[in-house]
């Protein structure tokens, strides 16, 4: 593992990121800070709503643009945080709530697709959802909430070990 | 309506708090500890704190200077003490004395002195 922190920063990109200036680092951890905003801020939404709350609201009204701004949002994550680790990865090593952060992600990926691939999300968009199916998307925004919520701390703790 | 205006007041004064936790010196020792030593790794402006190493007898010791900007402006630019210079320095070494890793307050070379955080000299 110490052997795949060093390749990263050694990497050009580390070389590069580090070469940016003294502001560099600060700015692009703005942009992970924006990203990670727009993804939890949209998916807490839309959680919420798979959960219950806002019922008045129909589903299919809610989804597109939480879903859009919520993929916006990771993948801005995943620009600025990619140069941001290669910048002193072995600092890295030992660190615990990496490898908390990280397959948090991997889960909450995977709950996403288990979900977009459900007849119940499919069949949200053309009518309402019967009480099963209902049940089916409020458990898969909570297991939504609970392992963004493990990324998202386990991340902040990162810089704290 | 108030509610609002009072749970959003409240968090905001709770998000504070980290902040100030992560910019604190709540894992260094009170007391300044002086070292002198050679540079083995010059100073890094990249990344959250800029950073150097030096040698002090067998152990390598990681100092975390300030921000990079601020580190900066107290004159201390990538490149100018080299690599093998002979360093004092004086700052807040790790509550875990396992741990080689001091916040450094003040650095000298030679007659050159750097100030990192004047206000806690």
Known sequence: MAHVFAWLEHSP????????????????????????????????????????????????????????????????????????????????????????????????????????????????????????????????????????????????????? | MTWILRSSIAAMMLAGVPAYAHHGWGGQEEAVTSLTGTVVEGVSLAGPHATMKIKVGNDVWDLTLAPPARTERAGLKEGLIPVGATVMVRGNRNLDHAKHEMKTIYIKQGSTEYHVYPDRE
Request: charge should be positive.
């Open chain 1, 13 to 161: 990109l580390g070389a590069f990121t580090r070469s940016l200036g003294v502001w560099s680092y600060g700015v692009i951890n703005l942009a992970h800070i924006l990203g990670i905003i727009l993804l939890f801020g949209s998916i807490l939404i839309l959680d919420l709503r798979l959960l219950g709350a806002w019922r008045q609201v129909p589903l299919a009204v809610l989804s597109r643009p939480t879903t859009t701004m919520a993929v916006i949002g990771f993948i801005l994550a995943v620009c600025s945080g990619i140069p941001m680790i290669t910048v002193k990865t072995t600092d890295y090593i030992g660190n615990p709530f990496l490898f908390i952060k990280f397959p948090a992600i991997a889960l909450a990926l995977v709950n996403v697709w288990l979900v977009h691939r459900s007849p119940a999300w499919q069949a949200h968009f053309t009518r309402d959802l019967l009480p099963a199916e209902r049940r089916r998307l409020a458990r898969g925004a909570a297991f939504s909430l609970v392992f963004w919520l493990t990324a998202i701390t386990s991340g902040r703790m990162i810089g704290y070990w």
